[in-house]
């Protein structure tokens, strides 16, 4: 009888597990899943995380070294086989007082926007803003790839601004950047240099200027000497000096332009004749000069953005000229033509 009951009692026991099992293995998956979902989902909030605080350029100072501006949120890519042919395009914008005021037009913002994301490099002129959040509130309007540097306040009265570099980092990365020390305390606003490095074989300087008007004819002069500094400084002979220089119109006589950046070292992309301007004046204000060494790397492609054409502003309810009073001026360069 005992035996009897003894067996039956361990039947229903072995009943049991056969339930138990099922389940414990449902409990066990549920809890893997859970476990496997908040993993990834810590992974990726850390991710996002990193991304924002990274990408700031900041204001920089002499001597620091360059802004991490990658973004670590993106997957790595893998180097990519560029051919002969791919190009990046540069551009320079006098962006017109950039701050908060431009970014509370929606219209205006989404056409700047527009612009600058037609470009692998765009070096603006003419931050005004004290703060910080319309250039963070501007970047969070293009697409995730751009980055940017931002320079020191220049200027010598309260009016003071900073030059900008927005950039394609599945294009380039920056190498250096450095403001001009203006050791004869020629420059109202002094130039910004950045080392920059492509995916292909392209190295090259970019000097950002925004020219002080009334002191055109000195500034534009001394320009040479700090292209001759940067490179020097990098080992670098490509350089492109761009900005709005206001070099035209009762400012400067453009006819000088050809002496100072002279045919032996210089060749000058957006020359006399083009019309940088917004207004109906037809002055070359903005220019686009690159180094001899840098002529193996233009691709011939250049030109003066008629954002007024491009868009058709009857639809909206502002004009060209609340976009900017300077059309940018951009060009075009081979990533692996490149051999110094
Ligand atoms: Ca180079
Ligand atoms: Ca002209
Ligand atoms: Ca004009
Ligand atoms: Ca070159």
Same mark, same amino acid.
């Given at each position: 009888m005992g035996a009897k009951n003894r067996k039956s009692g361990r039947r229903r026991k072995s009943k049991k597990k056969s339930i138990l099992a099922p389940i414990l293995i449902f409990i066990l998956l549920l809890a893997a899943g859970i476990f496997l979902f908040y993993t990834c989902r810590t992974q990726q909030e850390a991710a996002r995380g990193e991304g924002p605080k990274s990408e700031q350029g900041g204001p920089d100072l002499p001597g620091e070294p360059p802004p991490?501006?990658?973004?670590?949120?993106k997957p790595e890519r893998q180097p990519e086989e560029l051919s002969l042919t791919d190009t990046i395009r540069i551009f320079s914008f006098?962006?017109?007082?950039?701050g908060q005021s431009k970014m509370a037009k929606p219209e205006v913002v989404n056409i700047l926007a527009d612009i600058v994301s037609r470009s692998d490099l765009t070096a603006v002129?003419?931050?005004?803003?004290?703060?910080?959040e319309p250039v963070e509130q501007f970047m969070r309007l293009l697409p995730s790839r751009y980055a940017y540097v931002l320079g020191p306040r220049e200027g010598r009265t309260s009016s003071k601004e900073q030059y900008w570099f927005i950039y394609n980092t599945e294009r380039m990365t920056v190498k250096d950047y450095r403001t001009w020390d203006d050791p004869h305390d020629v420059f109202e606003r002094n130039p910004l240099a950045v080392y920059f490095e492509t995916a292909g074989k392209f190295d090259f300087i970019v000097i950002n200027n925004h020219i002080q008007p009334s002191s055109a004819a000195e500034e534009i002069a001394a320009l040479p000497g700090v292209v001759g500094y940067y490179r020097q400084l990098w080992?670098?002979?490509d350089v492109l000096v761009v900005g +709005? !220089?206001?070099?035209?119109?009762?400012?400067?006589?453009?006819?000088?332009m050809e002496s100072i950046f002279d045919e032996s070292g210089y060749f000058s992309?957006?020359?006399?004749?083009y019309d940088t301007t917004v207004a109906a004046n037809e002055h070359t204000y903005d220019r686009f000069i690159i180094t001899l060494s840098a002529r193996e790397d233009f691709t011939g492609s250049f030109g003066v953005l008629r954002f007024d054409e491009l868009? +058709? !502003?009857?639809?909206?309810?502002?004009?060209?000229r609340h976009v900017s009073d300077h059309y940018p001026v951009w060009a075009e360069f081979y990533l692996n033509m490149d051999t110094d």
């Open positions: 991490d501006t990658s973004r670590p949120d006098n962006i017109q007082v950039f002129q003419e931050v005004r803003s004290v703060a910080i080992g670098e002979p +709005d !220089f206001n070099a035209d119109g009762s400012y400067f006589n453009e006819n000088f992309i957006i020359s006399n004749e868009y +058709d !502003f009857s639809r909206f309810s502002i004009l060209p």
